[in-house]
């Protein structure tokens, strides 16, 4: 079965400062999803970016970019220039394993609680 | 703009007692979910449904049933609440191949 891991309960950075949140996942399959979810206090979640398992470019979305090894089953999460608003839950996701027609399988990681200080 | 929304935001329960989550969408999404957010478990998923009349156990779905009669909603009912239900709870809808959208969650305390 398919797990997602998130070995940093929390993290801090300083304002304008650059930090990279872990994730790591292990499957067998080679055709999946990699996704980036924040939730700030609002508790709605936000998606930050995706990676699609078969483009070996990493995912950009402003400051938000990743760095995916697919051989190593990482998929990590870089924000630079952090700001205040960064501040929040972030969830690493992985959609996989087509469970019946037309759906799909999320698998979500527990989380980091993102600090910025200012 | 289309969304997905929640009803209610936060519920105070007592245990026994039948309660109902209401999600409704209106991105016509075929898919629809409903998860269970609890403190170093991160997303779990209670159940799922891919059409009108299709509904799906997910990994934590006892206690809980959902029924699908139109494409717009998925309501989630506790049958007979109990405190290990305390938990916010998060609707999401997709579509095939798109990633999924929450809705903003319910707080459900069972006391």
């Known amino acids: 079965a398919q797990t997602v891991t998130q070995s940093q309960p929390e993290m801090s950075v300083q304002e304008a400062e650059t930090v990279t949140l872990s994730c790591t996942y292990d499957t067998s399959e080679s055709d999946y999803y990699l996704f980036w979810y924040k939730q700030p206090p609002s508790r709605q979640m936000i998606l930050v970016i995706r990676q699609e398992a078969y483009k070996q470019q990493n995912a950009t979305e402003n400051r938000f970019s990743v760095n995916f090894q697919k051989a190593a089953k990482s998929f990590s999460l870089k924000i630079s220039d952090s700001q205040l608003g960064d501040a929040a839950m972030y969830f690493c996701a992985y959609r996989g394993e087509f469970i019946t027609s037309g759906t799909y399988k999320y698998i979500f990681g527990t989380g980091t609680r993102l600090k910025v200080l200012a | 703009d289309a969304e997905i929304t929640q009803s209610p935001r936060h519920k105070i329960t007592e245990t026994g007692r039948q309660v109902t989550l209401a999600c409704h969408q209106t991105?016509?999404?075929?898919?629809m979910f409903w998860y269970r957010q609890d403190l170093g478990h991160g997303l779990r998923l209670i159940h799922y449904?891919?059409?009108?009349?299709?509904?799906n156990k997910g990994e934590v779905s006892d206690g809980y049933s959902v029924s699908r009669s139109n494409t717009e909603d998925l309501p989630l009912t506790l049958e007979s609440a109990a405190s290990s239900q305390t938990s916010v709870y998060f609707c999401?809808?997709?579509?095939?191949?798109?990633?999924?959208?929450f809705g903003e969650g319910s707080r459900l305390t069972v006391l």
């Open positions: 991105w016509n999404h075929n898919n």
């Open positions: 999401a809808s997709s579509t095939t191949a798109g990633e999924l959208f």
């Open positions: 449904s891919y059409g009108v009349q299709d509904t």
